[in-house]
Nanobody
Framework: QVRLVESGGGLQQPGGSLRLSCAASGFTFSRYGMRWYRQAPGKERELVARISEGGRSTNYADSVKGRFTISRDNAKNTLSLQMNNLKPEDTAVYYC?????????WGQGTQVTVSS
């Protein structure tokens, strides 16, 4: 079955960096676009970034453009999100996501907290 496991979250000061990872299994990773979402307390889940199957096409939310970079390693079935110049408003639970056979699959999420 499809399994997504996020890691790499934690507490970071404003201006700092974190790198999130998502280990994928249960489907042919290299054939599917992948996404990172986040959900802050009291807010709806929002799309942060997405990447095409081969990794050549990426898109970002305006709020993270120029600071976050999504990437993937199809040989290792791993999705990553490099987050630089973190801001307090980046505080949220981050989820990786795949739409596989018309269903949305989510990991358990990883908490990112940006605070001084």
């Amino acid at each position: 079955q499809v399994r997504l496991v996020e890691s790499g979250g934690g507490l970071q000061q404003p201006g700092g960096s974190l790198r999130l990872s998502c280990a994928a299994s249960g489907f042919t990773f290299s054939r599917y676009g992948m996404r990172w979402y986040r959900q802050a307390p009291g807010k709806e889940r929002e799309l942060v970034a997405r990447i095409s199957e081969g990794g050549r096409s990426t898109n970002y939310a305006d709020s993270v453009k120029g600071r976050f970079t999504i990437s993937r390693d199809n040989a290792k079935n791993t999705l990553s999100l490099q987050m630089n110049n973190l801001k307090p408003e980046d505080t949220a639970v981050y989820y990786c996501n795949v739409e596989y056979l018309l269903f949305d699959y989510w990991g358990q999420g990883t908490q990112v907290t940006v605070s001084s």
